[in-house]
Nanobody, 111 residues
Framework: QVQLVESGGGLVQPGGSLRLSCAAS????????VHWYRQAPGKQREFVAR???????NYVDSVKGRFTISRDNAKNTVSLQMNSLKPEDTAVYYC?????YGQGTQVTVSS
C-alpha cells in the first residue's frame, strides 16, 4: 500500500523560506514522477511542481525561480525548497505519486 507523508510546513514571514519533504512507503520514488500540489482556502487544488523519473522538472509559472523540487533516492524522499515566499503561497501542500495524495502540510506566509 502506497503511503505519502509530508512534513516541513509552518508559519513564515514574506520573503522567508521553507523546505517541505515527502516521505514514501510502499513505493520507490526513483521509479516514478512525483508531484507537489497546493490548495488555498476556497480555491481548487493546483499543480505546483513535478520531478520526473529522469529528474526532469516542471513548475507552475507563479513559483518558477523561487521553488525547487528535488529527489533523495537514498532516503526515498522528495523535497520542495520554497524561497522568497509570498502571502499568496499560503495553502495546504500535498505530495502526489501513483495516484495517491499525502495528508498535506500547512504553509502560511504572513507578517
Amino acid at each position: 500500500q502506497v503511503q505519502l507523508v509530508e512534513s516541513g510546513g509552518g508559519l513564515v514571514q514574506p520573503g522567508g523560506s521553507l523546505r517541505l519533504s515527502c516521505a514514501a512507503s510502499g513505493i520507490v520514488f526513483s521509479t516514478t514522477s512525483v508531484h507537489w500540489y497546493r490548495q488555498a482556502p476556497g480555491k481548487q487544488r493546483e499543480f505546483v511542481a513535478r520531478i520526473g523519473k529522469y529528474n526532469d522538472t516542471n513548475y507552475v509559472d507563479s513559483v518558477k525561480g523561487r521553488f525547487t523540487i528535488s529527489r533523495d533516492n537514498a532516503k526515498n524522499t522528495v523535497s520542495l525548497q520554497m524561497n522568497s515566499l509570498k502571502p499568496e503561497d499560503t495553502a495546504v501542500y500535498y505530495c502526489w505519486a501513483f495516484s495517491v495524495y499525502g495528508q498535506g502540510t500547512q504553509v502560511t506566509v504572513s507578517s
